[in-house]
């Protein structure tokens, strides 16, 4: 997710390393090269225009002061435009006066509705709600079969019927039972086509003027790129949108629809899907995927993944470990481990601050392998005292591991730099300050 944008940034920004100051001349260099890395992202050329522009207003003039570098000054500017580009705040989903809440779930054949429809059930379940899936596509074959079998999976009642003519109808009986089993929310997976013609569009106003649903959520494959934009201008004109979903962001290394979707229309990013399986939804961060984009982790997103999948004492273990500053290598291979019971390896290392800048590995199963192997390798006590791994010790370890001297060299430099910044993020917690802060970016005043 945003590799490629990440990497060209990188780059960008290692280009302004070593400079005294910033200057006219040496930002707008940068500005071209992230100029073009939006626009290889494939985000919308005027919001790519705006933005650079944007960020010069803010650069130049900026005093930088000893304790950073014009880099980094040039890093937390981009950051901060990243954030407003993205929508500032992340906009959690509104909840009716009066039960049951109604979310129409709209968009494109194969953007993933039906799939979002059983994943938003079972985050909601999850928060302590009682949801109900109406399947109301009564066009695309097997569409109600798909999401009666996903909602039997995830243990969530779904409303079906067979060889229905009139949607509308359905989705009214389908409400009708909702309320007689005094359910909290009711998500209506909706019908699409594979372009937004004036049929489909017809009949999602006439359901919304029926169910006057509390939020209308588009959902648009993050891998169309510009093409979502001009999805989402359609459905806009026809039916009051609330928001969208970004399916499929697992599979999009650029992000252009995530970076074009709030400046172009207005509407917030609600939620992104990062896999196939039903837990694999989250919510939309604009500070979290910037600080991604930026190479810099998201550690708050990994942790609250890593709390869902361990139970409260080992999580308090971890936290105090935490706290007294002695997490060691086998806290990390406990991470690691609990890594693959928590979604795709690639997305989820990138989380973590310092694999985040790893370029010369690929973050998949096979490097997952080879970190374990490598740690598996040393001796308790080196897993527990790093610091006495000398040279003789890293050749031993290599050669247990089936790995190179290099790559365990690499290991031990990345489990430094992740330990560094959870001491830090515990710090400025422990103090009641933003754990951004944590970061050295965001260390500068104002």
């Known amino acids: 997710m945003f590799e490629a944008i990440a990497e060209r940034l ?37 919001i790519v225009k705006d933005f650079t522009e944007q960020v010069k207003q803010q ?61 938003l059930a079972l985050y909601l379940k999850g928060q302590g709600r009682a949801p109900f899936l109406i399947a109301a596509d009564i066009y695309r074959p097997a569409a109600a079969e798909q999401l009666s ?80 934009l001009v999805t989402a201008r359609a459905f806009r004109e026809v039916i009051p949108l609330s928001g969208f979903i970004l399916s499929k962001m697992d599979g999009d290394a650029r992000g252009g629809a995530a ?34 984009i930026l190479g810099m982790g998201d550690i708050i997103s990994f942790v609250e993944k890593a709390q869902a999948q361990y139970d409260a004492e080992k999580s308090q273990k971890l936290q105090e470990k935490l706290r007294k500053n002695k997490f060691d290598l086998e806290d990390m291979l406990d991470q690691l481990r609990t890594i693959k019971k928590m979604g795709n390896i690639r997305d989820l290392l990138s989380m973590i601050p310092g694999f985040a800048q790893m370029k010369d590995v690929d973050l998949d199963e096979k490097t997952f392998k080879h970190i374990e192997a490598i740690i598996l390798s040393m001796t308790p006590e080196e897993r527990r005292n790093p610091s006495i791994i000398n040279g003789s010790r890293r050749r031993r370890i290599a050669m247990g591991s089936g790995t190179s001297i290099q790559q365990v060299n690499q ?16 710090k400025f917690q422990a103090q009641g300050r933003d754990p951004r802060q944590a970061h050295p970016l965001f260390r500068r005043k104002g």
């Open 10 to 46: 990188s780059e960008t920004f290692r280009s302004l390393a070593g400079r005294a100051r910033i200057t006219e001349a040496n930002i707008n260099d940068a500005l071209k090269e992230v100029r073009r890395a939006l626009l290889e992202a494939d985000v919308n050329y005027k």
């Open 59 to 119: 650069a130049i003039g900026q005093e930088v002061i000893k304790s950073i570098s014009p880099a980094q000054l040039f890093v937390k500017i981009i950051y901060d435009e990243l954030v407003k580009l993205l929508g500032e705040k992340q906009e959690p989903l509104r909840y009716g006066a009066i039960p049951p809440t109604i979310y129409m779930v709209v968009g494109l054949n194969g953007a993933g509705k039906t799939t979002f429809a059983a994943k």
């Open 149 to 228: 079998v996903l909602a039997e999976k995830i243990g969530v009642p779904c409303y079906r019927e067979e060889n229905a003519a009139d949607a509308i109808a359905l989705v009214q009986r389908g409400l009708a039972e909702a309320k007689e089993k005094a359910r909290e929310v009711v998500i209506v997976d909706t019908a699409g086509r594979q372009t937004p013609d004036a049929e489909l569009m017809r009949e999602l106003r006439l359901m919304a003027e029926a169910l006057r649903p509390t939020e209308i959520l588009l959902v648009l494959d993050a891998m169309t790129g510009q093409d979502a």
């Open 259 to 292: 970076l074009s979707l709030r400046a172009d229309t207005g509407l917030p990013i609600k939620f992104i899907g990062t896999g196939e399986k039903p837990e694999d939804l989250s919510p939309f961060y604009p500070d979290r995927i910037a600080s991604r």
């Open 411 to 426: 290991l031990l430099r990345e489990f430094e730099q992740m330990k560094k910044l959870l001491r830090s993020l515990n």
